[in-house]
């Protein structure tokens, strides 16, 4: 009786359970027109999706940020960049985005604050901070935006006195700690400072210290060495805006890949040839 040989196998052929990076990189190779395909199909299906959804119309307000440095002398740009994220910082604050709710609803605007915040984002190109708002309706969005806006260049004008209210409060401290310290070391100092004793002294010191600690909390990072500029208003958009639309397409081209990879690794491509050339006699 003649033994039963079982069938070699073949060395191409990658079980499931098992993944070799060389093996899985030839096939992927030979059948190189099934990842194209796929990542077509996939880039496509990505690019429909997009078009499907309902288009969302995009405005924004611009505030440019520069710096007087005659008032704080120089600044690195690690500076800069640090105030100017304070800046960044209050055009979102909690604050600000609920007066904008408030401001909207008294307009007829049907928003809240969960609301707002996904349909706006901000962001800084170089010396300016934008704000901008996605929203179905055009004019709704440009309104939002420029809401938006005037409530911002309030919120960082206020901000903007309180910061040259705690500079001249600290510079009056500084005065008076400078008078301090040459009425301790010489006997009388010369000026306006001969005329306070050294317990005057120090009760205009404590004076001063809570409306500076108000003033710099009040200011929220705001320096008076900022220059702001309320520089662009919204306008209504004209066109709905493609945003994230070539993300999409990278997505499903990027999803395909994958799927093509899978696909030939577990060897459907050589059963569906297989398959073909049976019919074919």
Sequence with gaps: MTPVRSPQPDPTRLPIAEFVPLLALERTARFGWLV????????????VYKRIQPPLYESQVGFTVSY????????????????SGAVGDLLVATDVMQSVVDDARAQGIDLDLVT????????????????????????????LANIWGERANQTLKQAYQQGVKAQALQRSLDALEGCLTRSVQVEPAGGICSLQSQPELQKQMAALEQPLVDAKLASRGVLPSLVLDWSERAQVAQQPTS???GLAVFVGALAGLVLSIWLINVGLPERFLRRSVRGSF
Aim: charged share 15%; proline share 3%; hydrophobic share 45%.
């Design 36 to 47: 194209v395909l796929c990542m077509l199909i996939g880039g496509l299906l990505g690019w």
């Design 68 to 83: 007087d440095l005659s008032n704080m002398g120089a600044m690195t740009q690690f500076e800069q960049d640090h105030v």
């Design 116 to 143: 707002l915040k996904s349909i706006s984002t901000h962001e800084r190109m170089a010396q300016i901070w934008y704000v901008r708002i996605r929203h179905p309706n055009p004019v709704i969005a440009a309104r």
């Design 243 to 245: 945003l994230n639309q």
